[in-house]
């Protein structure tokens, strides 16, 4: 049998429809390598974790991805927690400034001894 050719028209005489036919494996090709680039580089961002939840196996594409997924929701949790934390500690602080302010100023309008006003406010300060 005789080695057969494949004979490529030039670009020109192709139909639009045609060049598409030719170009979609090669899109199709790059989408999935963009893909899978991206699942890989999460793998290696997430190792640690990974390894804690499934040491010593294979994990599929669907694993990764899903475990990706879990450990974002975890560090959206944890970090809401401590935005909440630091604000119901500044809020505190500052309720408490504003209590201290009150204060002084209640202790400045009246005729309290000065050894009484001396001992609230260093109690205060402490």
Not at 21 to 30: D, G, I, N, Y
Not at 70 to 93: A, I, P, T, V
């Amino acid at each position: 049998m005789a080695p057969s050719a494949v004979f490529l028209e030039p670009d020109s005489l192709l139909t639009p429809k045609e060049k598409n036919k030719l170009r979609k494996p090669v899109v199709e090709k790059m989408r999935r390598d963009r893909i899978n680039s991206s699942i890989e580089q999460l793998k290696l961002l997430l190792e640690k974790e990974f390894q804690r939840h499934q040491p010593n196996s294979k994990l599929e594409k669907a694993d990764i991805l899903e475990m990706t997924v879990s450990y974002l929701k975890q560090q959206n949790q944890l970090q809401m927690k401590r935005s909440f934390h630091k604000s119901s500690q500044f809020d505190f602080r500052e309720g408490y400034s504003r209590c201290l302010q009150e204060a002084f100023y209640f202790l400045s309008l009246h005729k309290v001894r000065t050894e009484t006003q001396t001992k609230l406010l260093s109690h205060f300060q402490k």
